[in-house]
């Protein structure tokens, strides 16, 4: 599979999906969509795949759209229709990473910044070396924060920081974002690679499954009542108690041995 824009590549059950213009700090153009599409399709498919782990080449992880891309460009004279970008390739990215059937890790070296910053925030479990940094720029040249933005900032941090981070366009350190709750991990540099490698192993070793419908039932969370998320967690267990990887998971522990979960 031959890429131009992004790295793919799967080893023992983890595949690795780097955006790769790192003289744009990997910002993206409709080409680099389709690219993480078909990449993404892939992943889907191949079930031997049991973790994403989405990382930027270079210094930066992502600083959004670019805004040199031909599809940003005005068109006889009349300004672009931006929103068209937003609904035919952020939202399905988005909903993509949030649907994907296996957990996925942001592993953020470097800018991640306006629609880089959500799609860090989009998966599962988001990780940033110490000198990371996370942005919403969209104030600054007139717009409003996309690709998720605006729903996942108050979710994290709460509407104040959120409004803060929003309005201001400040940078906020990834020492910072994990204080508040933004990621999960700040790790020090040096260090950063191999806590990715270690975290990807992890959970290549778990149950897939159970692990995308934690997800599933945590982000519905929020619009449900109790008892409308009691009967999710229902419906899930009954679900997983019919699985290989629970069935595995008892008879190991009555052992006293390692689980080995196939994600099935």
């Keep these: 599979m031959a890429f131009n824009d992004i790295l793919f590549s799967v080893e023992a059950g983890v595949a690795r999906l780097t955006l ?45 759209q670019d805004l040199a891309d031909p599809q940003m460009a005005a068109l006889d004279g009349r300004m672009p229709d931006i929103g068209n970008v937003v609904e ?16 996925t890790i942001a592993a953020v070296n470097g800018t991640a910044a306006g629609a ?16 990371a940094s996370f942005l919403q720029a969209f104030s600054r040249i007139g717009l409003v924060p996309d690709t998720g933005g605006t729903w996942f900032l108050p979710q994290r941090v709460g509407m104040a920081r959120a409004m803060g981070l929003a309005l ?44 995308v419908r934690t997800r599933q039932a945590m982000h519905a969370a929020p619009t449900h009542t109790l008892e409308q998320q009691l009967s999710m967690e229902g419906g899930f267990m009954r679900e997983l108690g019919w699985s290989h990887d629970y069935a595995e998971g008892v008879r190991a522990f009555m052992e006293k041995r390692a689980p080995h979960f196939t994600g099935e």
């Excluded at 989009?122 to 000198?131: E, G, I, Q, R, T």
Aim: net charge positive.
């Design 20 to 64: 790769n213009r790192p003289d744009k700090l990997n910002s993206f153009t409709g080409a680099m969509h389709s690219e993480v599409r078909t990449a993404l399709d892939r992943i889907q498919g191949d079930t031997s795949i049991r973790v994403l782990v989405l990382s930027g080449a270079g210094r930066g992880f992502c600083a959004g």
């Design 88 to 103: 035919n390739h952020y939202k399905p990215l988005i909903l993509r990473l949030q649907n994907l059937r296996v957990p």
């Design 168 to 211: 201001l366009a400040d940078k906020l350190p990834a020492a910072k974002a994990a204080e508040w709750g933004l990621i999960w991990e700040c790790v020090p540099d040096a260090e950063f690679i191999a806590r990715i490698d270690a975290l990807a192993a992890q959970l290549a070793s778990m149950p897939t499954k159970a692990l």
């Design 116 to 131: 880089g910053c959500s799609i860090a925030l989009a998966c599962d479990l988001a990780v940033a070396s110490d000198k």
